[in-house]
């Protein structure tokens, strides 16, 4: 499944009755995510971003660049619409069936066209090694920058000094992949959002 049929997908499901308006929330809340995306593959009105899991979005926003996580649409798109072509067109590609199954998706659908091609990509280091490697894949595919995040796996002051300067250092890029300075009063904002998101999300 591609961007516009995930969309219509949460389109449908947006319009279903649903007793918990949590549930309603979370639908409206993935069709906007999804047409921001489409906006951006068919009309180029933004730079399209493909992410990983564990980079920080809020840069992004408060550059106007839209973000696309490949390995939550290969979720999704395979809980829509089952996975095992984009398993075998992984597998014909090379990838070894016992990699984790959601990257063998993202990798069958960026084989078979079915991710948006993005300006760039940005990865991060997290607590997932094989991330990077997929991700990799993704770059070659569509043959466009990318940069990679290093995040320590430690919270350690050491550590958060050492990410920060990640993060610092990635802005340049950012700034020349979009011909623009970050906002950083933007940025605020982004972080304010976000930190409201994680303190609702806990109650």
Not at 31 to 45: D, H, L, P, T
Not at 59 to 78: G, K, R, T, W
Not at 172 to 200: C, H, K, M, N, T
């Amino acid at each position: 499944m591609n961007i516009t049929q995930v969309l219509e997908a949460m389109r449908a499901g947006r319009e279903m009755d649903h007793p918990l308006e949590s549930v309603r929330l979370y639908y409206d809340l993935m069709v906007r995510y999804y047409e921001r995306i489409e906006e951006a593959e068919k009309n180029r009105s933004r730079p399209l971003a493909i992410v990983g899991i564990y980079t920080p979005i809020e840069l992004f926003y408060a550059m106007d660049i839209v973000p696309c996580h490949a390995e939550l649409h290969a979720m999704i798109a395979s809980c829509l619409g089952g996975c095992q072509s984009y398993f075998d067109t992984a597998a014909a590609y090379g990838t070894p069936i016992e990699a984790c199954s959601v990257q063998r998706a993202m990798i069958g659908m960026a084989k078979g066209g079915l991710l948006p091609t993005p300006d760039f990509i940005v990865s991060a280091a997290g607590v997932c090694d094989s991330e990077i490697k997929s991700l990799e894949v993704l770059i070659k595919h569509f043959g466009c920058p990318h940069y990679l995040i290093d995040m320590p796996y430690q919270g350690e002051s050491a550590g958060v000094a050492y990410y920060l300067k990640e993060l610092e250092e990635l802005v340049p890029f950012l700034e020349i992949q979009i011909g623009r300075p970050l906002d950083r009063g933007r940025l605020e904002e982004a972080v304010e959002l976000s930190r409201q998101a994680a303190v609702l999300y806990r109650q």
